[in-house]
């Protein structure tokens, strides 16, 4: 489920305007205690007055930051109320330093001793020009901390006052504040300006009201209108293309609307041909494309990516997606089957929420979408110290109870989900799927969880009513028909569940493997407890083709035998003892085979194979010590096992498990180890460090 479009932020007001006669009735400038006396006040223009207010300005302007505040702060020490000085401190402590509190301090000082000295009418010795650039620095900064209404009448006023009015900020406005008809209004009337920024601006504004109101071909076509247009925009002195990666961006988070996920890939890779100062950061888009299609090697290098791009914004642009990008970072280690570094990831995004001044998402979207996520780590915590606990005998009350405590401690972030979707428009929403007002950012291999979250009651009101929405929608069924099938199996109703998987999968996008492969298991589930093992052990084979991972992440169990093939070799024998007690394997025959065999120098091989004899993994297991015991090669050989059979392959998701004979470990292998160098770099970092 993708984020909500971006608004493109602005760091230089636009170019300087035509001056409007002002109304009587305007809005009236909150009085401040300035120092200072009469006669000041009625002095010519302060505008460029000292050579520290004119340096500071030339240095702001020509994107100088750092000399602009030290300039600035010169400026305020000779008087602290130098027009110029508050508001070069302001924007520079915004845009510079993230400062965003202080910043808004210099900026309404500067504008209420504007307003002190000239008055809201404008005289022709008066700075006007400066003003405008107050007026629209102030309501910027307004939309990033999320004061909207403030943000609609700092626009209202620029707009009786200065040409060409803002109008596409007011649509953008007007829609956080609900009021949709009004902000389509706005959109169309910018649209419509002679102003080319305007235009392009409305038809983006236009992009993001269609997403918040649910509608998937008008958003995908306003979008594409507003790409268009950015593509066709004039390039500006100095730079090397056009300004398009917010419009790619919103273009690729549309194209998932209506289920295009070739244009979603197309998109977002054009949005990554320059560095833009922007938070919608087109390789965490990527990342989650990838994800969701298992190329865990192609999401891994966009991560990276994603940091780096992260890593050269501004500052008080990084933390506008801090949160989002630790989300995408721990659903790749969930996937990964490294939920203890994802917790960390995911909590941070938790305790520290992004600022969701430019995006048109509301912050309980993301809340809910974090608390699912990390609710998904600490199941697959849970499931994994379960595994732990089976082949080491002598840590396995510890483990239990860990595993037990972990299980516990999802219970809040259950609670912060269900009172988040209370909104039965946001939870309709969110089962949709890839329209606005869900939750988000919430992949789509997610969005089950919430049968056990919310109960099935609730769900299946919520589900059919998303049914009926996307009726004219054929794309949308398998996605429905797969949670339906989740919600059949939660029910008892097996046929049913084992009928909708089947129905769903082959109708999903290609890109939607790790969709395919929960519902693939659900169905597989269905099928055991309804008695048709058959049935079961062909569906568990083609789930295992696409993502193994699931069947842990879910707590489920695969029908295996296990058989030793190094006779006399006590630490094989007593591997294949505690691998039978695994909580991912059911003994069961003619289901998956698991093989444990003796090397050369106290190695050992363990693979699974399909019932064909098909190998779908193999590890290898290094000799220990050589006083190693028994037991202790044993857990070895169970914990290598674990975590490499049950974790998403890295890059072969597509491949049939009839086509695996082995060949293709060694490329498993290397992309696993650039996760575990992705990781390690994270580990010596830590979260606080990673950007």
Same mark, same amino acid.
């Given at each position: 489920?993708?984020?909500?479009?971006?608004?493109?932020?602005?760091?230089?007001?636009?170019?300087?305007?035509?001056?409007?006669?002002?109304?009587?009735?305007?809005?009236?400038?909150?009085?401040?205690?300035?120092?200072?006396?009469?006669?000041?006040?009625?002095?010519?223009?302060?505008?460029?007055?000292?050579?520290?207010?004119?340096?500071?300005?030339?240095?702001?302007?020509?994107?100088?930051?750092?000399?602009?505040?030290?300039?600035?702060?010169?400026?305020?020490? *000779?008087?602290?109320?130098?027009?110029?000085?508050?508001?070069?401190?302001?924007?520079?402590?915004?845009?510079?330093?993230?400062?965003?509190? *202080?910043?808004?301090?210099?900026?309404?000082?500067?504008?209420?001793?504007?307003?002190?000295?000239?008055?809201?009418?404008?005289?022709?010795?008066?700075?006007?020009?400066?003003?405008?650039?107050?007026?629209?620095?102030?309501?910027?900064?307004?939309?990033?901390?999320?004061?909207?209404?403030? *943000?609609?009448?700092?626009?209202?006023?620029?707009?009786?006052?200065?040409?060409?009015?803002?109008?596409?900020?007011?649509?953008?406005? /007007?829609?956080?504040?609900?009021?949709?008809?009004?902000?389509?209004?706005?959109?169309?009337?910018?649209?419509?300006q002679g102003d080319a920024e305007q235009r392009l601006m409305g038809n983006n504004a236009l992009c993001a009201i269609e997403t918040e109101a649910g509608?998937?071909?008008?958003?995908?076509?306003?979008?594409?209108?507003?790409?268009?247009?950015?593509?066709?925009?004039?390039?500006?002195?100095?730079?090397?293309?056009?300004?398009?990666?917010?419009?790619?961006?919103?273009?690729?988070?549309?194209?998932?609307?209506?289920?295009?996920?070739?244009?979603?890939?197309?998109?977002?890779?054009?949005?990554?041909?320059?560095?833009?100062?922007?938070?919608?950061?087109?390789?965490?888009?990527?990342?989650?494309?990838?994800?969701?299609?298992?190329?865990?090697?192609?999401?891994?290098?966009?991560?990276?990516?994603?940091?780096?791009?992260?890593?050269?914004?501004?500052?008080?642009?990084?933390?506008?997606?801090?949160?989002?990008?630790?989300?995408?970072?721990?659903?790749? /280690?969930?996937?990964?089957?490294?939920?203890?570094?994802?917790?960390?990831?995911?909590?941070?995004?938790?305790?520290?929420?992004?600022?969701?001044?430019?995006?048109?998402?509301?912050?309980?979207?993301?809340?809910?979408?974090?608390?699912?996520?990390?609710?998904?780590?600490?199941?697959?915590?849970?499931?994994?110290?379960?595994?732990?606990?089976?082949?080491?005998?002598?840590?396995?009350? =510890?483990?239990?109870?860990?595993?037990?405590?972990?299980?516990?401690?999802?219970?809040?972030?259950?609670?912060?989900?269900?009172?988040?979707?209370?909104?039965?428009?946001?939870?309709?929403?969110?089962?949709?799927?890839?329209?606005?007002?869900?939750?988000?950012?919430?992949?789509?291999?997610?969005?089950?969880?919430?049968?056990?979250?919310?109960?099935? =009651?609730?769900?299946?009101?919520?589900?059919?009513?998303?049914?009926?929405?996307?009726?004219?929608?054929?794309?949308?069924?398998?996605?429905?028909?797969?949670?339906?099938?989740? /919600?059949?199996?939660?029910?008892?109703?097996?046929?049913?569940?084992?009928?909708?998987?089947?129905?769903?999968?082959?109708?999903?996008?290609?890109?939607?493997?790790?969709?395919?492969?929960?519902?693939?298991?659900? =169905?597989?589930?269905?099928?055991?407890?309804?008695?048709?093992?058959?049935?079961?052990?062909?569906?568990?084979?083609?789930?295992?083709?696409?993502?193994?991972?699931?069947? *842990?992440?879910?707590?489920?169990?695969?029908?295996?035998?296990?058989?030793?093939e190094s006779t006399g070799n006590a630490a094989a024998q007593r591997a294949a003892e505690l691998l039978r007690g695994s909580p991912r394997l059911r003994n069961e025959e003619g289901g998956f085979v698991v093989?444990?065999?003796?090397?050369?120098?106290?190695?050992?091989?363990?693979?699974?194979?399909?019932?064909?004899?098909?190998?779908?993994?193999?590890?290898?297991?290094?000799?220990?010590?050589?006083?190693?015991?028994?037991?202790?090669?044993?857990?070895?050989?169970?914990?290598?096992?674990?975590?490499?059979?049950?974790?998403?392959?890295?890059?072969?998701?597509?491949?049939?498990?009839?086509? /695996?004979?082995?060949?293709?470990?060694?490329?498993?292998?290397?992309?696993?180890?650039?996760?575990?160098?992705?990781?390690?770099?994270?580990?010596?970092? =830590?979260?606080?460090?990673?950007?």
């Amino acid at each position: 489920m993708s984020p909500s479009p971006h608004e493109p932020p602005r760091t230089k007001r636009p170019p300087a305007g035509r001056a409007r006669p002002m109304l009587a009735a305007l809005l009236a400038c909150a009085a401040l205690q300035l120092s200072g006396s009469a006669t000041r006040a009625q002095q010519a223009p302060a505008f460029g007055d000292t050579a520290d207010e004119r340096a500071a300005y030339d240095d702001y302007r020509n994107n100088r930051l750092l000399t602009a505040r030290t300039k600035a702060q010169r400026a305020l020490e *000779r008087d602290e109320d130098s027009i110029v000085g508050n508001y070069v401190m302001g924007v520079v402590l915004h845009e510079a330093e993230g400062l965003p509190a *202080r910043a808004m301090h210099y900026l309404a000082r500067a504008r209420a001793i504007y307003e002190q000295r000239y008055g809201a009418n404008r005289t022709p010795s008066a700075p006007w020009r400066l003003h405008e650039e107050i007026l629209f620095a102030t309501q910027r900064l307004a939309g990033e901390l999320e004061e909207h209404r403030f *943000r609609l009448q700092l626009l209202e006023y620029h707009d009786a006052l200065y040409d060409p009015p803002l109008l596409s900020q007011r649509a953008m406005t /007007l829609m956080r504040l609900g009021r949709f008809n009004e902000a389509r209004q706005k959109a169309q009337e910018a649209m419509r300006q002679g102003d080319a920024e305007q235009r392009l601006m409305g038809n983006n504004a236009l992009c993001a009201i269609e997403t918040e109101a649910g509608q998937r071909q008008p958003r995908f076509d306003a979008c594409s209108r507003a790409l268009e247009a950015a593509r066709a925009r004039p390039v500006a002195q100095g730079e090397t293309g056009p300004r398009i990666a917010v419009y790619a961006y919103n273009a690729a988070e549309s194209a998932y609307s209506t289920y295009r996920l070739e244009d979603v890939e197309r998109f977002a890779i054009e949005a990554t041909r320059r560095i833009e100062f922007t938070p919608a950061n087109p390789w965490r888009m990527l990342a989650r494309l990838y994800m969701d299609g298992g190329r865990i090697p192609d999401a891994v290098n966009a991560i990276r990516d994603m940091q780096r791009w992260r890593a050269a914004q501004p500052a008080y642009l990084r933390d506008q997606d801090r949160a989002e990008s630790d989300s995408a970072l721990a659903t790749l /280690l969930l996937l990964a089957g490294e939920p203890e570094i994802g917790l960390r990831f995911a909590n941070r995004a938790m305790d520290r929420p992004d600022r969701r001044g430019l995006v048109s998402s509301k912050p309980e979207q993301a809340l809910g979408a974090h608390a699912l996520l990390r609710r998904a780590l600490l199941r697959l915590q849970s499931e994994i110290d379960a595994e732990t606990a089976s082949f080491t005998p002598g840590l396995a009350v =510890g483990r239990r109870a860990s595993s037990m405590a972990n299980a516990l401690r999802s219970w809040p972030d259950d609670e912060r989900v269900v009172s988040v979707l209370a909104d039965d428009d946001r939870l309709v929403a969110t089962l949709r799927g890839y329209v606005g007002g869900g939750l988000e950012p919430l992949p789509s291999w997610m969005v089950g969880e919430l049968v056990t979250v919310l109960g099935a =009651g609730a769900f299946a009101v919520a589900l059919e009513e998303a049914r009926d929405k996307d009726r004219a929608t054929q794309a949308a069924k398998p996605y429905h028909d797969g949670l339906a099938a989740e /919600l059949a199996l939660s029910r008892g109703e097996y046929s049913d569940a084992v009928r909708l998987a089947r129905a769903a999968v082959p109708l999903l996008p290609r890109g939607e493997s790790i969709l395919a492969a929960r519902i693939l298991v659900v =169905g597989a589930e269905a099928a055991r407890r309804n008695g048709d093992l058959s049935g079961s052990r062909s569906l568990f084979e083609q789930a295992m083709a696409k993502d193994p991972g699931v069947v *842990r992440r879910m707590g489920f169990a695969i029908p295996a035998t296990v058989r030793v093939e190094s006779t006399g070799n006590a630490a094989a024998q007593r591997a294949a003892e505690l691998l039978r007690g695994s909580p991912r394997l059911r003994n069961e025959e003619g289901g998956f085979v698991v093989t444990v065999a003796a090397g050369s120098a106290r190695s050992y091989t363990v693979c699974l194979k399909t019932t064909q004899g098909n190998t779908v993994q193999c590890a290898s297991v290094p000799a220990g010590p050589n006083n190693e015991s028994t037991d202790a090669t044993a857990s070895r050989i169970g914990a290598v096992f674990h975590r490499e059979v049950f974790a998403s392959r890295t890059g072969f998701a597509t491949i049939d498990l009839r086509s /695996l004979d082995g060949t293709t470990t060694g490329g498993r292998d290397n992309a696993r180890e650039s996760l575990r160098g992705l990781m390690n770099e994270l580990g010596n970092q =830590g979260p606080e460090t990673t950007r």
